[in-house]
Nanobody
Framework: QVQLVESGGGLVQPGGSLRLSCAAS????????MGWYRQAPGKQRELVAS???????MYADSVKGRFTISRDNAKKEVYLQMNSLKPEDTAVYYC???????????????WGQGTQVTVSS
């Protein structure tokens, strides 16, 4: 099966930085788009940043200029560098990827387990 595992979350003060990582493993033939989502208490899950297989990126307006998404295709990993963190960035962050498995022809949507990011003084 396919697994996505996030790491790098934690507690940080406003203005601080964190780098989230997501490693994909398992029966993977190809990875198309990857992204980071977040969900704060009482709010819907929202797209934070995405990156295509061609390295085209998109960001939510709330994080533009502060967050950077990148990927390492050889390692099957995607990263989210978060700078100038604000309390409103506090949420559970989820890694997402469109993946085609060996022996199949269609992409499937996979999610990581989530990692908590808390920005507080």
């Amino acid at each position: 099966q396919v697994q996505l595992v996030e790491s790098g979350g934690g507690l940080v003060q406003p203005g601080g930085s964190l780098r989230l990582s997501c490693a994909a493993s398992g029966n993977i033939f190809s990875i198309k788009d990857m992204g980071w989502y977040r969900q704060a208490p009482g709010k819907q899950r929202e797209l934070v940043a995405s990156i295509t297989s061609g390295d085209s990126t998109m960001y939510a307006d709330s994080v533009k200029g502060r967050f950077t998404i990148s990927r390492d295709n050889a390692k099957k990993e995607v990263y989210l560098q978060m700078n100038s963190l604000k309390p409103e960035d506090t949420a559970v962050y989820y890694c997402n990827a469109d993946i085609i498995r060996y022996g199949t022809q269609e992409f499937q949507d996979y999610w990581g387990q989530g990692t908590q990011v808390t920005v507080s003084s």
